[in-house]
């Protein structure tokens, strides 16, 4: 890996630790949580959203936004994401994502896109972020699957899951999915993209190339300034 982009990784490492730590000391513990406890917490929240109606939020283009059925989307993604960040043991968290992920049952909101996509961007990691493919799971290409169609989405919120997903799924051919998103020109989201591509493609000449190719054709100076971050 180029230095740079390793130097960019390891800062990003430590931005993490920080923040890592900063959650710790918010939740009073640096002990590891029991998965019954936190699992237990996770179908507490989904019992209860389905009880109110969520089981097809955002599920279409163009369904009715309901605010109680986002709150009740982040919180058990912020549940999920808690379980793999303090859950005691990592094994036993992706087995309970994966139990999830192929849960076929349309009548409970663990099938919503937020939800999914954040599963994706959870067992993602299960192999890093190196591209290393010995270690890759055998069901990476259905995750990637279910993300792309979501690059493709106007709703914001379902893009911004998409483009934290497709970082850990992703493959070289993805990052003209990527592109586009960067010319929408979302604050937030199309930095995330940019960032994105730089991991997906995991080269510093590579992600320098794309990023020369893209750079008149942005005319925002936010991004001009992230995208040249990238470039040698």
């Not at 599963?119 to 279910?146: A, C, F, M, W």
């Not at 003209?176 to 510093?204: C, P, Y």
Request: aromatic share 6%; glycine share 4%; charged share 20%.
């Amino acid at each position: 890996m180029s230095s740079i982009l390793l130097m960019r990784k390891v800062t990003n490492m430590k931005q993490l630790t920080t923040l890592t730590l900063f959650l710790v000391s918010m939740i009073g513990s640096v002990n590891s949580l029991p998965i019954e406890e936190l699992e237990s917490q996770v179908f507490t929240k989904i019992n209860l959203a389905n009880s109110m109606g969520c089981n097809n939020f955002l599920k279409e283009d163009g369904a009715i936004f309901e605010q109680k059925c986002l709150d009740k989307t982040n919180e058990i993604n912020n549940l999920l994401n808690k379980l793999w960040m303090f859950g005691e043991n990592d094994s036993d968290s992706i087995k309970l994502f994966k139990r999830m992920w192929i849960d076929d049952n349309s009548s409970s909101i663990i099938s919503t896109p937020l939800i999914k996509l954040n599963l994706v961007y959870l067992l993602g990691q299960e192999y890093g972020i190196s591209g290393d493919t010995s270690k890759k799971p055998n069901h990476i290409s259905e995750l990637r699957g279910y993300v792309r169609k979501y690059l493709m989405s106007n709703n914001p919120l379902l893009l911004n899951r998409a483009v934290s997903a497709i970082t850990y799924v992703g493959e070289p051919k993805d990052v003209q999915l990527l592109k586009r998103i960067i010319l929408l020109k979302i604050r937030g989201i199309s930095e995330k993209a940019i960032d994105s591509v730089a991991t997906i493609l995991n080269s510093e000449v590579s992600t320098s190339m794309f990023m020369k190719d893209i750079l008149p054709l942005v005319n925002s100076q936010q991004l001009k300034d992230r995208i040249s971050k990238y470039i040698l």
